[in-house]
């Protein structure tokens, strides 16, 4: 059965992220914000629990572990590129990051834990898969740089938020009910370890 390709724009609704489905693709237009940055999830989680102003309102928008540069030319900034960073590094804050922030969309790619899961579902939140290894394909999505904070940070770690234009494909690899392609394969692989190391001659 083939996955169910949604073209979306942001911002989005709790409803519209509710009906994602397990492996269907997504294609994203408008404004995303993104950071690889751990110093910058913490400053971010930290206004969070503080209650202090943030340079950006992501209510309804999307937050992704997508590195980028920004080369600052005469007639103003441009992203170059797009690639996805492991999401695992930022299961610390993200919980908070997910219940703080009011986002309907989070990724990168590697998952998120339990812990960020559980606060998807709580909040009507989605996790997009982005391929690794895809810039090159991610990257044409780039239309235009919105904003630029925390530029003390080098570039790949401020808080940007960038234009696209059909951003994709990813694939919905942790749904807004809480089911998560990680666990289902983690399940999988966990149950075939005793005749794996049967067959390899192990005890």
Known sequence: MMSKIHDLHLPLTRESVLDLKLGDMVRLSGEITVSIGLPTHRRLAEAVSEGSPLPVDLRDGAFFHLSTYVDETVDGPVPLYLNP??????????PTLIRGLGVRLVGGKGGLDEASTA???????????FLGGGAHLLSRSLRRVVA?????????????????????????????????????LHERASARMPEIVSALGHR
């Open 85 to 94: 960073s492991t999401s695992t590094r930022y299961n610390t804050w993200m």
């Open 119 to 129: 606060a998807m579902r709580e909040c009507g939140c989605v996790y997009l898969s």
């Open 148 to 184: 630029m904070n925390w530029t003390e940070y080098i570039s790949q770690f401020r808080l940007l938020t960038l234009e696209v234009e059909q951003l994709g494909p990813a694939t919905v690899a942790i749904d807004a009910h809480g089911n998560s392609l990680y666990a289902q």
